[in-house]
């Protein structure tokens, strides 16, 4: 039961992350001119992340979703925290969500990979 809940505050995360990005909010691009990686790349992660989240839900039905989704988001986390640890060397508090995302995804991959 924890398993779904863990599962769905990800997707949730995740799928919030991407659509943020599509939909370049300011805020967002601001944070993205900060970490100086161009606009085009921006859409690309939010799309991949709504792809992530999407495959994450599906998961409930077929683990093999549930690991692809879990996959994408720790590989654009890795890319997160080095992002805000070392590109940009902001506050180790700035990648706690991300790294939450990862553990998240980690968990998932454990939990369906070994079911």
């Known amino acids: ?38 606009m085009w790349f921006m859409t ?3 799309v991949m992340e709504i792809i992530a989240a999407i495959a994450i839900i599906i ?9 692809i989704g879990s996959s994408i988001v720790m590989v654009f986390m890795l890319g997160a925290i080095y992002t805000h640890i070392f590109k940009v060397q902001q ?5 706690i969500p991300s790294t939450i995302c990862l553990i998240l995804g980690i968990i998932l991959i454990v939990r369906y990979y070994n079911n």
Do not use: C, D
Not at 24 to 37: A, G, P, T
Not at 91 to 95: F, N
């Open 59 to 67: 998961g409930f039905w077929n683990r093999s979703f549930a690991i």
């Open 91 to 95: 506050p180790l508090t700035t990648a």
């Open 44 to 46: 690309v992660t939010g």
């Open 1 to 38: 039961m924890i398993i779904n809940i863990l599962q769905i505050i990800l997707a949730a995360f995740i799928g919030l992350g991407g659509i943020i990005k599509v939909m370049r909010l300011k805020f967002q691009v601001e944070h993205w001119n900060e970490y100086q990686y161009p």
